[in-house]
């Protein structure tokens, strides 16, 4: 788990298969475009980019994709020669093995592939055992798994979140198992570990000077139970907490009201305007942001992302501090403003999302109740994230405890991995010498 994560298309490689935007290809606006499609209600999210070679509009309303080419103002139908284009963009000069159909399978539970289900699974003709998940909404592809991710998630992250497909599918029928049988596995080991400590004798020692009654492999699990059975109880209580039980404590998400603040209200399909032309090159995707009232282009790259004037595609300038300062006091009105200032590399609470390549920041603090923080990003001019009590004590409980995320490790990976591998070696070994023991009682 630490070296292979589980299967998923990260923005960074969806973003490099795709080619620049041709704004001279585009003859229907977003707003026209969405009329003709016959949708009355405004969509959720619109995304621009180029798909076979044309552009195309991606409109998100409730559970469900629905694309239309920007240069007909037809809706987009995914048959098998798109698909088979898709595959070209995002595989080229691969063949394809088998194509079918389904709704989910093990690599494809996330619930992030609704609104694209069902899926086209494609197996590619290729010594990496690729297999591309085709959505049958926009025809992009949504998903890619390769053979040696497939057979060490089995080993790995399917074990680990007891993440077999027809659990997985009841969502909350999965979150129920995964509180009660680390709530129970908790109470076990923590009367193991008190058990264990009943039985040490540091001045009235046991025979030949032993403070441990126990030879052979009960000895072993009885000196390694105390030793990593702290960690253990540590890694089950975080992963308790993983699943939010009872709605005690979670990561904070801003309200709708925070965001209108924020943005200074909804994008209307009105104000998505293109301009005739883009300064940056390789612009891959754009989206429409609002901030301070004001729409601006969401312009991505293979590796960032910058706002442009929607009038002339210029790049805007980056927000000061005053600017950014001002729209998170719209977010808490009324509430004392403690603090504005910037971080380069993040602290404790917010790290930079590698895919967006957003480093400084500029972190406000509040002095409501909450202690509501915010984390500003003056080159988008969006709210990268924001935390509370609640989240900040999420961050220990869950990051510290489950991931070892903490002071001095934090920026010591090749540290933090190797105590992992450390503490899972004394943990397995608690696990076979308990395993031993039990068998070795039920044998008798």
């Avoid at 935007?21 to 499609?37: P, Q």
């Avoid at 239309?68 to 595989?91: H, K, P």
């Avoid at 403070?211 to 308790?240: D, E, K, N």
């Avoid at 220990?396 to 995320?405: I, Q």
């Amino acid at each position: 788990m630490l070296y292979v994560g589980y299967p998923k298309l990260n923005q960074e490689e969806r973003l490099a298969t795709l080619r620049a935007v041709d704004l001279s290809k585009i003859k229907f606006s977003a707003e026209k475009a969405w009329a003709i499609a016959g949708s009355h209600n405004e969509p959720e999210i619109v995304r621009l980019n180029m798909h076979n070679d044309r552009p195309t509009y991606h409109f998100l309303q409730g559970d469900s994709w629905l694309s239309i080419w920007a240069d007909t103002g037809q809706r987009l139908a995914v048959d098998n020669d798109l698909i088979r284009g898709s595959i070209r963009e995002f595989s080229p000069h691969v063949g394809i093995q088998s194509s079918h159909l389904i709704t989910r399978d093990q690599w494809s539970i996330s619930s992030g592939l609704n609104a694209h289900r069902p899926l086209h699974k494609i197996v590619l003709k290729d010594d990496k055992g690729t297999e591309l998940y085709v959505s049958s909404h926009t025809g992009e592809v949504v998903l890619d798994t390769q053979l040696n991710e497939r057979t060490w998630n089995w080993l790995g992250s399917v074990i680990h979140w007891i993440y077999f497909t027809p659990l997985r599918v009841e969502r909350e029928l999965w979150r129920q198992v995964i509180m009660w049988t680390s709530g129970a596995a908790f109470v076990l080991t923590a009367l193991g570990m008190w058990l264990g400590i009943q039985r040490i004798r540091i001045k009235r020692r046991y025979s030949n000077n032993r403070v441990s009654p126990y030879r052979g492999w009960a000895r072993w699990h009885h000196f390694s139970g105390l030793i990593a059975g702290i960690f253990c109880i540590t890694w089950l209580f975080s992963g308790w907490l993983s699943v939010k039980p009872f709605d005690w404590i979670s990561s904070r998400k801003m309200s709708e009201q925070e965001t209108l603040a924020w943005t200074g209200g909804k994008i209307s399909l009105g104000e998505m305007k293109l301009p005739s032309q883009l300064a940056m090159k390789e612009i891959k995707e754009i989206e429409w942001a609002k901030f301070d009232g004001k729409v601006r282009l969401l312009a991505y790259t293979a590796d960032s992302k910058y706002l442009l004037d929607i009038s002339n595609g210029a790049a805007v300038a980056t927000f000061d501090q005053t600017v950014l300062a001002h729209r998170a006091q719209a977010m808490q009105p009324g509430v004392t403003q403690i603090s504005a200032e910037w971080l380069n590399d993040g602290d404790m609470y917010y790290r930079s999302n590698p895919e967006h390549k957003i480093s400084k920041v500029l972190k406000v603090e509040f002095a409501d109740n909450e202690r509501t923080t915010y984390y500003l990003a003056p080159e988008t001019g969006q709210v990268v994230s924001s935390h509370n009590n609640d989240s900040r004590l999420y961050r220990w409980l869950f990051n510290a405890l489950h991931c070892m995320d903490f002071p001095p490790l934090r920026n010591d990976e090749v540290s933090r991995q190797a105590i992992i591998i450390a503490l899972s070696l004394g943990g397995i070994l608690v696990s076979v010498a308990g395993v031993v023991l039990g068998w070795r009682r039920l044998r008798h």
